[in-house]
């Protein structure tokens, strides 16, 4: 499928808060937007084309200090298809981002919250080795395209230390949660997944780097026993170009 937007964007101008380390700046921006093949169709016979426009508003409220930075920005996307209300969706974000930069370490922990729309389009198994370019099979399989919701919670916390003038420590996690609507259960699965990550990291000298790493990761599917869990050990080197590159 091919889609575009062409954008007609504005920003409202940057509103400070009551303190100077608060600021506020609300945007918003619309454009037109078409796509040659909304349903993700295989078959050039079927395919739907559609227009229409697009309007999407978020305010960032950001707060800085001298060690730490915050921002949450709330963020909402509406899609409108002319003669076709019953494509028409809506998706509302909530991201944050808060980091702290200290003498010896650093911390950072970021997230997003989505109830998203998603499309979905399930189709058969295509023979392409078929003698005939006719004989091919472009019917559904069964589930047909349908546009429904997505709640998904998405947290990166990641922290790193110091140690000496050579040494470092870095430790990372990603958890992420997705939940679909009811009505697209049977084709898709409710999911969590878990990653966690350790390294260390040994400057030789000012342009050379050892790094050893080990790897955690975990994925659960509501109603299905195949859950999956790794873990893994890796090493590496880096060498700089020059001591500033």
Wanted: charged share 25%; hydrophobic share 35%.
């Amino acid at each position: 499928a091919f889609a575009v937007v062409i954008p007609f964007a504005f920003v409202i101008s940057a509103t400070p808060a009551a303190a100077q380390q608060w600021q506020v700046t609300p945007s918003v921006s619309a454009g037109l937007t078409y796509d040659d093949n909304f349903s993700l169709s295989p078959d050039s016979i079927s395919i739907d084309s559609v227009s229409g426009w697009a309007l999407e508003a978020d305010a960032e409220v950001s707060y800085r200090s001298q060690l730490s930075r915050f921002t949450l920005t709330p963020r909402l996307n509406l899609f409108r298809y002319d003669g076709n209300s019953e494509l028409n969706n809506d998706s509302a974000y909530l991201d944050f981002d808060y980091s702290y930069s200290g003498q010896l370490s650093n911390f950072r922990f970021r997230g997003v919250y989505a109830d998203e729309s998603i499309r979905t389009a399930e189709r058969s198994n295509i023979d392409f080795d078929a003698d005939d370019p006719a004989d091919i099979p472009t019917d559904d399989s069964g589930r047909v395209f349908s546009v429904d919701n997505r709640q998904r919670l998405l947290l990166r916390p990641n922290w790193s230390y110091k140690m000496g003038q050579k040494s470092t420590i870095r430790l990372g996690a990603r958890y992420l949660d997705a939940t679909y609507d009811e009505s697209i259960l049977g084709a898709l699965r409710d999911f969590t997944e878990t990653r966690g990550q350790a390294t260390f990291e040994f400057d030789s000298s000012p342009r050379n780097t050892f790094a050893l790493s080990a790897y955690y990761r975990q994925n659960e599917f509501e109603g299905t026993a195949e859950d999956l869990t790794g873990y893994g050990l890796s090493a590496g080197f880096n060498r700089s170009l020059s001591e500033t590159t």
